[in-house]
């Protein structure tokens, strides 16, 4: 048996720490199944959350405005939010949205500002009609 589960790390106080592969494998010598964590070594207080079509890893904001969380924490019904209003206050300060480039022009938008260019001007008697 060579099998395998992806599995949330979670701290002694619940907090997100890493996803994790934990490979399901029969010992040669018992022939009991065990877990093999792939590179990472659960530190004390650590376990495992296993991930589930309900229960997936928790999505990580990387700036503000964004959906997900800062410091996610696990509450037995799922991902909550371990960061208190202040803190996520100071985070979004430290961590902004970046800025949206400017919107570039299509070619219809171009086409469109010289046909009504072209108007006033033909319009203003600056150009004969064709």
């Given at each position: 048996?060579?099998?395998?589960?992806?599995?949330?790390?979670?701290?002694?106080?619940?907090?997100?720490?890493?996803?994790?592969?934990?490979?399901?494998?029969?010992?040669?010598?018992?022939?009991?199944?065990?877990?093999?964590?792939?590179?990472?070594?659960?530190?004390?207080?650590?376990?495992?959350?296993?991930?589930?079509?309900?229960?997936r890893q928790p999505t990580l904001r990387t700036h503000a405005g964004?959906?997900?969380?800062?410091?996610?924490?696990?509450?037995?019904?799922?991902?909550?939010?371990?960061?208190?209003e202040a803190e996520i206050a100071v985070w979004e300060a430290e961590?902004?949205?970046?800025?949206?480039?400017?919107?570039?022009?299509?070619?219809?938008?171009?086409?469109?500002?010289?046909?009504?260019?072209?108007?006033?001007?033909?319009?203003?008697?600056?150009?004969?009609?064709?």
């Amino acid at each position: 048996m060579n099998d395998y589960k992806t599995c949330c790390v979670i701290d002694k106080d619940s907090y997100y720490v890493d996803l994790v592969i934990v490979h399901m494998e029969s010992d040669p010598q018992t022939g009991e199944t065990v877990e093999r964590i792939e590179k990472h070594v659960l530190q004390e207080g650590e376990s495992l959350v296993l991930r589930t079509d309900d229960i997936r890893q928790p999505t990580l904001r990387t700036h503000a405005g964004q959906t997900g969380f800062i410091r996610p924490r696990w509450d037995d019904n799922g991902w909550v939010e371990g960061c208190t209003e202040a803190e996520i206050a100071v985070w979004e300060a430290e961590h902004p949205a970046p800025e949206i480039p400017p919107k570039l022009p299509t070619q219809g938008d171009i086409n469109s500002q010289a046909i009504a260019e072209l108007s006033i001007l033909i319009a203003s008697g600056g150009v004969e009609n064709v």
